[in-house]
């Protein structure tokens, strides 16, 4: 019961229990926001934290993230530190290989907006989100795993109140 | 042997290659030769009895903003322990050095990022090409009058 809780807070029981009763997009959400499987990348210094944050102190498996080792079996990718213009067509490679739906977490300065090598980092991309869509930033350089595990927790909330159906509403 | 010493002895067997040695301190002695010799300096180097050159510790490159570029060859040996340091001054216009890949094995990835970062073309290098840059980058970025390119693949460069 505390797991179809988090599905839905005013969810129905029923008295002899072995069904309930919601709403498809709810469902769905809770899915996909329970199980994000997140794609094995790291790129810098930030991948450390990433590292540090999936490893048992922090413990990223309790927010259901696995780190998987193919783009096609992943739902999340965290691009985790700066992102060199020969990295960037790799990983705009990569995400098109990811299945739909699929969500980015864009960790640390660098790969926000380029970071320290804003000006003179001629073979910097400044900020991924000049090839791919990112739906959560997580600021700082790099950011602590607290800070991670709030932008995890902000995708989830991202997650929980999209739409399948009503595309608009999300 | 001092860099004087080194350098006395380069001159008696390659009159014509050996340019130059300079001695200003606080920077270190430095010999200067000619860029179409240095694979045989090197060589010479490395093999004789009381040289020994067995480690080039680096190769880096210079761009002095006056239309010409240098690769800096450290020596170190570790028989004599003595140590030395040698200059290829090259013009802008053309600038090509001999390799000494065949000389220290070493030298093959250094000549790649100082063509690479600086644009120095090592001649008859074993595997000519970018190291870390793209292959299809445009430009040098090390050289002082290096201008970043406005667009890559489509990406945009500048902030």
Redesign the interface.
């Known amino acids: 019961m505390r797991y179809l809780n988090r599905l839905d807070s005013k969810i129905k029981q029923y008295e002899h229990g072995n069904f309930v009763v919601t709403s498809v997009d709810k469902f769905l959400n809770w899915a996909r926001l329970s199980s994000m499987w997140q794609m094995t990348f790291g790129l810098a210094c930030c991948a450390i934290e990433m590292m540090a944050t999936s490893a048992s102190h922090y413990d990223f498996d309790r927010f259901g993230i696995i780190p998987r080792p193919s783009p096609r079996h992943a739902d999340m990718i965290i691009i985790s530190g700066t992102v060199t ?2 990295m ?2 790799r990983i705009k490679k990569l995400y098109d290989q990811m299945p739909e739906p699929k969500y980015i977490i864009s960790m640390g300065s660098c790969s926000n907006c ?1 970071g320290p090598y ?2 003179h980092g ?2 910097v ?2 900020g991924i989100d ?2 791919i869509p990112v739906d959560v930033y997580v600021p700082g350089c790099p950011p602590r795993p607290e800070a991670l595990l709030e932008g995890v927790l902000k995708l989830q909330d991202k997650i929980r109140n999209q739409s399948t159906y009503k595309k608009n509403k999300a | 042997m001092n860099s004087n010493e080194i350098y006395n002895l380069l001159k008696s067997f390659f009159p014509d290659a050996v340019i130059d040695y300079k001695d200003d301190k606080p920077v270190e002695p430095y010999i200067i030769v000619s860029a179409k010799e240095i694979d045989k300096i090197c060589l010479f180097l490395r093999d004789e009895e009381n040289l020994q050159f067995d480690y080039l510790s680096c190769l880096s490159s210079v761009d002095y903003d006056n239309d010409n570029l240098a690769a800096v060859y450290n020596l170190y040996s570790f028989v004599h322990n003595h140590k030395l340091n040698i200059k290829v001054i090259v013009p802008k216009s053309d600038p090509v050095i001999k390799t000494v890949s065949s000389v220290w094995n070493t030298a093959n990835w250094h000549e790649r990022e100082a063509y690479d970062l600086m644009g120095i073309i090592f001649d008859e290098h074993p595997d000519f090409r970018r190291i870390l840059l793209p292959d299809d980058w445009e430009g040098y970025p090390l050289r002082k009058d290096y201008k970043v390119q406005e667009f890559y693949n489509g990406m945009k460069v500048p902030y």
């Open positions: 213009l020969k960037a067509t380029g804003w000006e001629y073979h991309l400044k000049r090839i």
